[in-house]
């Protein structure tokens, strides 16, 4: 096959692109805020009033995804990087099926659950193997270990990189997000004017701004249909 395509495709992810792994979104019915107020398990507040609650939360999940298994979706994207295509993965999840799937480049927007930091210090990870944190654990520079995971009301340190790459993007491929969390939502304000911009969800036409592409499709049937054809033509279409 003649070299593909080297233009830059930036593909922003969301819970969506995980439920067909099993795993819940946020805010569709029976979502993980359906079940859970932000305030007792996803604070700053939360974990200084009570860590064991939340410590509860995240391990529930953890487990969750440790059981999932990459789907058509996430195994598409893959594909593309591994024909040679520049494929960058912005992510809201905080799961590994994207890395699971096999794509390389993939920056975690709101964190990773399978890794715990020092509370003190956020650059300091401690990859979680297997298990969780218990309360009162201790990173190997004695701070408190919390999980990987950006709370509501925290800086979001990738935000910057994001941007930078989305600003570069030749297209724009966002899969599975409500586009409603601030400041992830605002990085499509940053593809440049000229670059096209895709949406694959089933509510694709209600929750994407007019001038993007919307495809009311599930992600493991519009990603995978839309990878297909970029392989096929050997570049982005
Ligand atoms: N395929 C594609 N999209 C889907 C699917 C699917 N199978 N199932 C649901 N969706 C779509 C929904 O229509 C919705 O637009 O996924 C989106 C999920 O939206 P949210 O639940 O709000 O999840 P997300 O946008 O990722 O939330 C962003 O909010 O609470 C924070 O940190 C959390 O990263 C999360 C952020």
Known sequence: MSQPDSR?????TGAGISAESGLKTFRDGD??????????VATPEAWARDPERVLRFYDERREQVRRARPNPAHQAL??????????????????????????????HLH???LKARSSVDPRLLYPLARGGIRPGDLCDKGSQLRPHVVWFGEAVPAYGPAC??????????VVGTSLTVMPAAMLLDAAPVECPCLLVDPRASEVSPRWVTAFDELASRGVPRLVE?????????
């Open 229 to 237: 054809q970029w392989l096929a033509a050997g570049r982005l279409l």
């Open 164 to 173: 930078d790459s989305v600003a570069e993007a030749d297209l724009l491929l």
């Open 111 to 113: 964190g990773e659950i």
């Open 78 to 107: 893959a594909r593309l990087e591994r024909a040679g295509f520049a494929v960058r993965i912005i992510t809201q999840n905080i799961d590994d099926l994207h890395e699971r799937a096999g794509s390389s480049d993939v920056l």
């Open 31 to 40: 979502g993980l805020w359906e079940n859970h107020r932000i305030e007792d």
């Open 8 to 12: 830059r495709l930036v593909v922003l």
